[in-house]
């Protein structure tokens, strides 16, 4: 044991589960998928993660930063990857050289992609990214020189299905399509994210941009066979009776009313497990969920265990794919008032290890 490092708390990361969704998809998409890596694979880890997506089939990488981009080309991975925001000034040339494709929305961008294939983004009706419909014409006409290997847009409701607003969005998409033909560039086109891939196939055109799905999390209320990739664990350090009428953590905002056994979790908010789920917050301890009580600390947080039989050591399963009862990351969101992207994604932890089952 000597020397030893035992982490407080990890992260599985389910490459299996990962193959699987991708799989899934794909069979759904029927056109090529682009697996999306962007913010460290959603919290997963980009290089691994990136590598599973492309044993199972996925044809393309996705990334916000040309940065993450060069990154998994250092890693060795020749597949093609897009990357498409830009900071204002960043010099794409390093991209450029190690083949990765660039997203464009503007005339500057167009000039700093020289060299690198380009996918023009045009603004559909998101209103954040894209090049809006009035400036189109004038960016399709300047990127005729230019290796233009798709138009692109980005849908903001997809996961509501049965929003108009997807039907207007591929109307300008439909329109921005015919000013490139125009001018006679013959581009792909992609347009779909997860949701639209599972409840718009229909607008699946040349690449649809897998996330969230591939994750393993469902963007939209319909059934899906997907498997949650990754499960948050820790154990117990310490477990002690404790008297009626004790207070537990910061400020006593809970009090024992019997009895009890409390079991002490060595992970806190520096962990990843957000202190706005205080007194809302169970996990899965011997075999049966409980209640965390008191507030959660920077570090640790305290179970109220009952009468049961807690032992130091014992599993604690913060979320999981939640086949065993476990909570899952939509559990953790749903209470916070947020999506399960946000809780996977804050998951890149210094103190939290990870762990990969199903590595080839
Ligand atoms: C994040 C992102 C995606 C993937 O979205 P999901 O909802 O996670 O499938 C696709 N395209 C773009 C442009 C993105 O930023």
């Known amino acids: 044991m000597s020397g030893q490092y035992v982490p407080s708390a990890e992260t599985i990361v389910d490459l299996d589960a990962l ?9 759904r998409a029927q056109v090529p998928v682009m697996a999306v890596v962007k913010a460290d694979g959603y919290g997963h880890g980009a290089e691994p993660i990136a590598k599973a997506a492309l044993e199972a089939g996925a044809a393309w990488l996705g990334t916000t930063s040309a940065a993450e981009a060069v990154n998994l080309r250092n ?13 204002p000034g960043a010099d794409l040339s390093v991209a450029a050289k190690a083949g990765v494709d660039l997203g464009v929305s503007n005339l500057d961008e167009l000039r700093a992609a020289e060299g690198a294939a380009v996918h023009l983004k045009v603004d559909t009706g998101m209103n954040r990214n894209g090049c809006s419909p009035e400036e189109w014409p004038e960016l399709v006409r300047a990127a005729k020189g230019y290796n233009v290997r798709a138009i692109w847009s980005h849908l903001a409701s997809a996961d509501e299905p049965g929003n108009p607003s997807v039907d207007r969005q591929v109307e300008r998409f439909e329109w921005a399509y015919e000013v490139a033909l125009a001018e006679g560039l013959r581009p792909m086109r992609h347009i779909s994210n997860s949701a639209a891939t599972l409840t718009r196939p229909d607008l699946a055109y040349d690449l649809v941009r897998l996330g969230i799905a591939m994750y393993g999390l469902n963007p939209v209320p319909q059934h899906e066979d997907l498997r949650p990739v990754m499960t948050f664990r820790s154990s117990v350090v310490s477990a002690k009776r404790t008297r009626a009428g004790e207070g537990v953590s910061y400020g006593h905002t809970w009090v ?20 706005g789920l205080s007194g809302k917050l169970e996990v899965f301890v011997a075999g049966h969920r409980r209640p965390v009580v008191g507030r959660v600390s920077m570090d640790q947080i305290v179970v109220d265990c009952g009468d049961d039989k807690v032992s130091v050591g014992d599993e604690v399963i913060l979320f999981g794919p939640g086949d065993r009862g476990e909570p899952t ?6 209470n916070l008032g ?23």
């Open 329 to 334: 990351a939509r559990e953790w969101a749903d």
């Open 256 to 275: 024992a009313q019997q009895d009890t056994t409390l079991a002490l979790v060595p992970v806190g908010y520096a962990d990843g497990v957000p202190r």
């Open 75 to 87: 890693a060795g991975i020749e597949a093609p990857i897009l990357a498409w925001l830009h900071p």
């Open 19 to 27: 193959r699987h969704n991708v799989a899934l998809l794909a069979e």
């Open 338 to 360: 947020t999506i399960d992207y946000e809780i996977v994604t804050n998951m890149y932890r210094p103190r939290v290890r990870r762990r990969y089952l199903g590595t080839r």
